[in-house]
């Protein structure tokens, strides 16, 4: 296990303190492909036996291995197991269990502690860029997702005229 967590930093481009100053873009490249190849040959040379072209495979991965990166790992011919495979990835029962129960909590909690902002008086908004400037429009739909968001939170969106600066900073102090 502590073998495929090395292997997976690997693949996401953690590098090690003492590589640090020693990468390049093409060795970077060449070690996540050999990670990818290595965890190929931990995790699906076993079972390639039982596998047929163009099957599907679901992974219902936990702990470490929520890190790896499934379809792209390389068989022996550099196939990548995406192109022969479609791939699917879903949740344990136990992170749905988890999720379920901290939608349950929110749910039944009375949070005041979630701050849902949305500020759309201005029409128009002015950015500047360098020496340049340019109109950005409003984005009409925070209002509504604002309150989507503090639906699920169990408290209540400020917004528009409301979201003043004095209130937003005095919410601010609970919210975390």
Known sequence: LEELIRYTHWIMGVPTQEEIP?????????RANAALHKLYQLLIKPIEEFLSQNEHIIFVPTGPLFFVPFPALIDAEEHYLITQYTIRIIPSIQ?????????????????????????????????LEGKRARLLSALNEAPGEAAAVAQ??????????????????ERMRTAR
């Open 22 to 30: 020693h990468i390049s873009g093409t060795h970077q490249q060449q």
């Open 95 to 127: 992170v749905l269990d988890i999720a379920h129960q901290r939608s349950n909590e929110l749910k039944s909690s009375t949070n005041t502690d979630t701050l849902a902002v949305a500020y759309p008086i201005k029409k128009r908004i002015l950015l």
């Open 152 to 169: 699920l939170y169990n408290t209540r969106a400020i917004i528009g005229k409301n979201a003043t600066k004095q209130i937003v900073v």
